[in-house]
């Protein structure tokens, strides 16, 4: 499959992943910025495949990030960073949301199994009410401590 193929909006791969779970795969998700890929992204996108079959990354907009992360952030336009979900090899799918969660888009996907980092509690996730309604099982995956984009511009401001 092409980098192009793998990055769907919303309605696209709803069908895509429709006719998946009618071979018997299992659908696998997640969420997030990942505006500066680093081996914390690397490490938690590996594990959560291996809970799977397919991996589904839902990337935040550049509007989104503005608003959990400030006027400042992302540093990579979303086009790019999509484009680089996709060429990792444990990545499937990747399609892009504006909305502040992932609520909207796990309500059309449907995942089978919802993932996060272990840094969050099950119980705060804000998506965790919307995978119950429909029956999905949220997993948490390891936390890579100190691994985090936040970070990695901190020294880099640092340094330069």
């Keep these: ?17 429709k006719e998946k ?14 505006d500066i890929l680093h081996v914390g992204h690397t490490r938690y996108l590996a594990e959560a495949k291996a809970r799977g079959d397919l991996l589904v990354i839902a ?5 989104s990030v503005k608003l959990l ?7 990579i336009p979303e086009i790019e960073r999509a484009e ?3 060429n990792l090899e444990v990545v ?12 909207e888009t796990i309500a059309i ?9 272990g840094d969050y509690q099950i119980e705060e996730l804000p998506e965790a009410e919307v995978v119950a309604s429909y029956g999905g099982k949220i997993d948490l995956v390891s936390e890579i401590k100190g691994a985090s984009t936040t970070n990695i511009i901190g020294e ?5």
């Design 84 to 86: 680089m979900l996709a």
């Design 69 to 75: 992360k400030g006027d400042k952030r992302p540093i």
């Design 21 to 34: 779970k009618t071979e018997g795969k299992k659908i696998v998700f997640t969420n997030g910025c990942f």
């Design 59 to 63: 990337l935040n907009s550049d509007s």
């Design 109 to 117: 996907l449907k995942p089978d199994i919802y993932i996060k980092g």
């Design 156 to 160: 880099i401001l640092k340094r330069y």
């Design 92 to 103: 499937d799918y990747v399609t892009i949301f504006s909305e502040k969660t992932a609520n």
């Design 1 to 17: 499959m092409s980098i192009i193929e793998k990055i769907q909006p919303r309605d696209q791969l709803k069908i895509i992943l």
